[in-house]
């Protein structure tokens, strides 16, 4: 009810994952997981349960580990709540803004190279924020579904009538590519990709 309301909240649908895990749904348990990571990645106990609930799916198609720089600069992007980047990003443009209208006043030699190192640090960092900001916006409006159904089986093509490729099972997670009619083209981490049908998984 609370959800029907329109209210996104992690509490919420790190709950509904409790709950449905305690209920033998995995698919739901995992997609509210998810969905509770969406809004705060930074919660732990969230990501931990989810990572519980993946262990007992009977899919397991991981992407690649990353390049341990990469996963340790992904670590770093994700690690703050999204409202301090955004406050960060804000207020690094404001105090950036106002050295480089101070420079364009002053008249010191001294003065204006200290101003323009202030102001070229300042800029340094609010890129810096804004690239993570972006990278986060991008990571919570990737097009991303989780299998609900048992089993469903991937086809080469949007029909029935398609070769069957390989099969799904609840609590895998897809990424959705396009649609056509009531068919999702998808593709998992493993590279595998195909046609599933719309109502066997739902959106995070």
Known sequence: KILDYGLRDPRVDYNLGNAYFRMGRLGAAILHFERALRV???DVEARDNLDLARGRIRDRAEAPEAPYPV???RDLVEAPAFAFLEGLFLALYVAAGGLVGALL???????RR???YGALCLGLGML???GALVFRIREATANQAIVMQDKVDVRAGPAEDNTVLFTVHEGTRVEVRSRVDGWYQVSLPSALSGWLPVASVERV
């Open 128 to 130: 810096l924020s804004g």
């Open 71 to 73: 996963k340790v600069l």
């Open 114 to 116: 200290l101003l323009g």
């Open 105 to 111: 006043l002053s008249r010191g030699e001294a003065r």
């Open 40 to 42: 705060d990645p930074t």
